[in-house]
């Protein structure tokens, strides 16, 4: 697979090395000479440049990715060039970094982005995963926030506790992924009970959350 990053921050520099190691033909974009003199690889083509002009796309080939993705640390310099890469290259997956998530709801279809991953917010989530019991926290948005991956840890009061997953009563569309049992990940039947302190992954229609919260948890206003 041809990928094209644009952002050779530390992130970008691993992703790129990582991805560049499982045999992925890898191109990194970068115009801060500190950042360049830190890439290292021989497999890697690095463009020096940066990755907002059409020109310096077009030098890294981004008409041939499969996919591209923009993990500058500016969320304009992001969208621009998610737009860019999906608009004016027809690049078939466009993923970009939100830095700040005040900015989130900008990183949708409109500007090319058919994913959008945001740091803080992934890290605040996984935060309140080692403190909070009782509530749902969205860990990943797919098919252009369509569809959330969420996650909760049951406890005493959850209302799945002791119901199998085919007796929950989930909205449509919706479905248990996994469960986590401690350091296990229980492979998920009809007939697998929920246990206090499960941890519960489901894929979820960005409308049914209320619906998904109340199967497993319960009606908040009665906790």
């Not at 909205?171 to 996994?178: E, G, K, Q």
């Amino acid at each position: 697979m041809r990928i094209v990053i644009a952002g050779a921050g530390g992130v970008g520099r691993y992703l790129a090395a990582e991805l560049a190691g499982r045999g992925h033909d890898m191109t990194l974009i970068e115009r801060k000479a500190e950042a360049l003199a830190k890439i290292a690889g021989a497999e890697i083509t690095v463009v020096d440049g940066d990755a907002c002009s059409p020109a310096v796309l077009e030098e890294a080939a981004v008409r041939d990715a499969d996919v591209v993705v923009a993990l500058t640390g500016d969320d304009e310099d992001n969208l621009v060039i998610s737009l860019l890469a999906k608009e004016e290259f027809a690049v078939p997956r466009v993923l970009a970094r939100v830095n700040y998530p005040t900015n989130e709801w900008l990183f949708d279809a409109s500007w090319g982005v058919d994913l959008a991953v945001s740091p803080p917010h992934l890290l605040t989530a996984l935060v309140e995963e080692e403190v909070l019991s009782g509530d749902l926290i969205s860990l990943l948005k797919l098919q252009r926030g369509e569809i959330e991956l969420l996650e909760v840890r049951l406890d005493a009061d959850s209302v799945g506790v002791g119901m199998r997953v085919d007796a929950l009563d989930l909205p449509t569309d919706s479905a248990i992924v996994a469960i986590v049992r401690g350091t296990r990940v229980l492979p998920v039947r009809g007939t697998t009970p929920l246990a206090e302190d499960d941890e519960v992954l489901a894929l979820v229609p960005g409308g049914a959350l209320d619906a998904v919260r109340r199967a497993l948890i319960g009606d908040p206003r009665r906790r």
